[in-house]
């Protein structure tokens, strides 16, 4: 039996070692340093114990709101009443209350508003309960209820038990019950916000264009909102032509016409890829139309022309973007400053970091900072030109 044991226990102890010297380690300094506790430490401790405190229901609230029913309520006494509770505590107790008293049975409306409650209080498992009770009544369901459960799911971050909801729905015999363009564009929304990189965004955008392709299937018409989450979707996932082609499909084989969202995320996605010709055919278009690119678009593509070698128009598109009022990030300076330094020109890139610091364009904090930056480029060569 040692025998046994010992090859497990030699797994085991440096594990054991490792860990023991971690925690002691950690017991020390939690002990004897002087140090506060840093910012993270604190938010981690702070949500771990608001976690752990269950609230408690407020009773004299709580016989209050049932003394506002009359002997013999509704559901749309009870409904009005829970609607002017703000404690969603008070609210599900009411609820539950309700539940017990002979001759009450609860109904689409009464459903709908505890869903809403618990929802927008984020008390998801309560919530949890009220779904699973709605889902046992085949009679009670409404495109509108079912839209809402799935909105919270998806706020919740809980995208399987949504897409279960939206599954439901295409599959229930009451035509009432059947997904909208809500439905399709609430999941667009939580698809689209799942990514951190093009990998990532990839994987899911092949999500999106299958509920996109089902919603045309069904004769559901996208809406602007649905084909601006197409767009969005392939620019994240660098598909920047399919994004063009629904784009170009906008007006002519859906009823949309392009807004400002949609030449924004288009000359984003282009310049993140080189296209300054397309992104700046866009533009010129884009405003054409009475819009102006957000400041994203415009950092995106001054930073895209001064990196293709375009200077002089970056520069151009610089003051355009200061004076139509959008804001430039301390990287479009940089971009475009090293880009004057890298044709030989520090002088005119000092001149021009000069006046925009006149200009309280750039602070004076930002101002050394660009300096030090272009010294630390191009040495000490430039040195003098740059101060």
């Known amino acids: ?19 023991s010297k971690f925690s002691s380690n950690a017991i020390l300094c ?17 949500k771990s114990s608001k976690a752990n405190i269950k609230p408690t229901l407020d009773e004299p609230t ?5 003394s506002q029913l009359p002997p013999r309520f509704n559901n749309e006494e009870l409904c009005n009443v829970i609607t002017l509770q703000d404690n969603p505590l008070v609210c599900l107790e009411l609820f539950k209350w309700a539940t017990q008293q002979p001759r009450f049975r609860h109904d689409l409306s009464t459903y709908h508003i505890m869903v809403k409650k618990l929802g927008s209080a984020k008390m998801y498992e309560e919530m949890d309960d009220v779904v699973n009770q709605v889902l046992v009544v085949p009679c009670v369901g409404s495109e509108a209820l079912y839209n809402t459960i799935v909105y919270y799911y998806t706020e919740a971050r809980q995208l399987t ?34 990514g951190k990189n093009a ?21 559901i018409e996208p809406d602007i909102f649905s084909l601006n989450s197409m767009i969005k979707g392939y620019v994240l996932s660098n598909h920047v032509n399919d994004a063009l082609r629904i784009f170009h499909q906008m007006g002519v084989v859906y009823s949309c016409q392009p807004n400002s969202f949609s030449y924004d995320y288009l000359i984003h996605g282009l310049c993140a890829q080189g296209r300054t010709n397309n992104a700046r055919e866009l533009c010129d278009e884009m405003k054409k139309k009475g819009f102006v690119p957000i400041n994203r678009s415009y950092n995106s593509l001054v930073n895209a022309l001064a990196l293709n070698g375009e200077v002089d128009e970056a520069v151009n598109h610089l003051w355009e973007m200061i004076e139509k009022q959008r804001s430039v ?41 660009l300096c030090y930056v272009l010294e630390d480029d191009f040495g000490n060569s430039n040195r003098n030109r740059l101060r």
């Not at 002087?34 to 702070?46: D, E, L, N, W, Y």
């Not at 949504?162 to 439905?183: D, Q, Y």
């Not at 990839?202 to 264009?209: C, G, K, S």
């Not at 610091?357 to 930002?366: A, E, T």
């Open 161 to 194: 038990k949504a897409v279960n909801i939206f599954k439901l729905m295409k599959n229930s015999r009451n035509l009432e019950c059947r997904p909208s363009i809500r439905t399709y564009n609430i999941l667009f929304t939580a698809f689209l916000s799942r």
């Open 30 to 46: 939690s002990f004897y340093s002087t140090r506060a506790p840093s910012i993270f430490f604190r938010r981690r401790i702070g």
């Open 62 to 66: 709580f016989s209050w709101a049932v």
């Open 329 to 369: 990030d301390f990287i479009t300076y940089r971009t475009v400053l090293d880009e004057i330094c890298r044709r030989g020109q520090a002088g005119e890139a000092m001149k021009l970091l000069k006046e925009l610091q006149d200009k309280d364009l750039v602070d004076g904090h930002s101002y050394t900072k």
């Open 199 to 219: 990998y990532i965004n990839h994987m899911y955008m092949e999500t999106i264009r299958c509920l996109f392709k089902q919603m045309v299937n069904d004769r």
């Open 1 to 19: 039996m040692r025998k046994l044991l010992n090859p497990i226990k030699c797994l085991i102890q440096p594990q054991i070692n490792l860990h």
